[in-house]
């Protein structure tokens, strides 16, 4: 074959070794009979391996490949490679099929067996589904209410149906989480069924920034005066991050108004609080430091850390949405102040006082708040279920597989 042949060879679409079967073509691994379904980032991985099993491929060669050269964190693609494992029945130590070339990159090692030309198809391929119109931003009405102590509080409301109250969490903006690729998906997403209820916290977004007390006791009562202003008997409440805290300790308050609840990425303990060892105080410290030298900054090198822990598989895009949600919902001072007082929460005695039904849906790969903390919720809330969701985001974006499971799972459990 001349060189010029070779040029206009097909690429290779099918691979074979051992009783596995790639076929690239058709999106498919098989073993023997039996259909291997991964997801496609696992089955890009793979496929980049094996059509270049000769010789190692870089991390980077993945990222440029897999990614398209997007800004994923190491995380992401460690995460692929155990999957591909899997799937393979490998392992790290094994290294039947997948070798580890240490700080470099990846190596398919399995031995192929012909020469992968592909059989002619049968029949014709299905057509692929066209995929689904995104849906709009919801409409939303925002007003304001008091809180116990004079502060305002911005509050907004979109969709119909049964109310779904959302305990504010840190880094929100009421006008602007609808076009941020952070939360519009939360917003978009949980306005289709339900009225969705959730407002800012003092000293961020659009309700006062100026304030005196900051306390947890105050975030609970901010709670139960967006509820009373909304006009709502009876509801279920949905808790995401710190709000999780803050939902835990209204429902243990009100166990005859919150039907049921739902926490996402939450926790019991602050990082003080659970910091068992110098390493782990020097880490929450670290948080401290980095707000305070480097919020107001043009700068987004320390606000891109806390990107780093909370959208560790974000794209370029989401970690500068997320640095420009930083910048608009809060001030360097009251940063600092959220910072210390999440840190000091401690809702483990409330956790045994609610009386509803509770779904816990956690990261099973969490920077930000390690799988362990949501476990621990489940074992402290009676009538708590945990659901790990495959994801190494603090907050799930939009375009992850693990965020339509846990829509899925949210719906199925408010339906009942």
């Known amino acids: 074959m001349t060189s010029a042949d070779s040029a206009l060879s097909p690429p290779r679409r099918v691979w074979r070794w051992d009783d596995f079967v790639l076929d690239v073509g058709c999106y498919e691994l098989r073993r023997g009979d039996t259909m291997i379904r991964v997801e496609p980032q696992v089955f890009d991985v793979l496929a980049q391996l094996v059509s270049n099993h000769g010789r190692f491929v870089s991390k980077e060669e993945l990222f440029d490949t897999v990614w398209g050269g997007r800004f994923v964190g190491e995380a992401a693609l460690t995460s692929r490679i155990k999957a591909v494992r899997r799937a393979l029945g490998d392992d790290g130590e094994a290294q039947r099929y997948i070798r580890t070339v240490r700080g470099r990159g990846y190596q398919f090692v399995g031995r192929l067996l012909d020469d992968g030309t592909a059989p002619a198809p049968t029949a014709a391929p299905e057509p692929a589904p066209e995929p689904e119109p995104v849906p709009e931003p919801p409409r939303q009405h925002i007003a304001f209410t008091r809180a116990a102590d004079g502060v305002r509080l911005a509050y907004a409301v979109s969709g119909e149906g049964r109310p779904l109250v959302r305990a504010a969490n840190w880094m929100t903006h009421l006008g602007y989480d609808i076009e ?37 006791d105050d975030w609970v009562t901010d709670l139960e005066s967006v509820v009373e202003a909304v006009g709502l008997e009876r509801f279920p409440l949905l808790g995401v991050s710190q709000g999780g805290a803050v939902a835990v300790a209204y429902a243990a308050r009100h166990p005859d108004r919150v039907t049921r609840l739902v926490l996402c990425g939450a ?90 039904p509770t779904l816990i849906l956690h990261s099973r790969d969490d920077h930000r708040v390690p799988m362990r903390y949501g476990e621990e919720l489940a074992a402290l809330i009676p009538d708590a279920r945990l659901v790990a969701l495959s994801s190494n985001n603090h907050l799930l974006t939009g375009a992850e597989p693990a965020w339509r499971v846990f829509c899925d799972e949210v719906e199925t459990f408010l339906a009942v």
């Open 180 to 216: 941020s690729p952070v939360w519009r998906h939360w917003v978009r997403d949980m306005s289709v069924r339900h009225k969705f209820i959730r407002y800012d916290e003092r000293g961020c977004g659009l309700s006062d920034w100026e304030v005196g007390a900051f306390t947890f």
């Open 267 to 356: 926790y019991a303990r602050g990082r003080v609080v659970r910091a068992m060892n110098d390493d782990e105080k020097r880490a929450a410290a670290l948080d401290l430091d980095l707000a305070r030298v480097g919020w107001g900054r043009d700068d987004p090198a320390f606000r891109q850390v806390f990107a780093a822990q909370f959208l560790p598989d974000g794209t370029r895009a989401d970690w500068a949405a997320f640095d420009q949600l930083q910048r608009r919902t809060t001030s360097p001072e009251n940063a600092v102040r959220f910072l210390e007082e999440f840190a000091h929460i401690d809702v483990r005695d409330q956790c045994g006082q609610v009386r509803c």
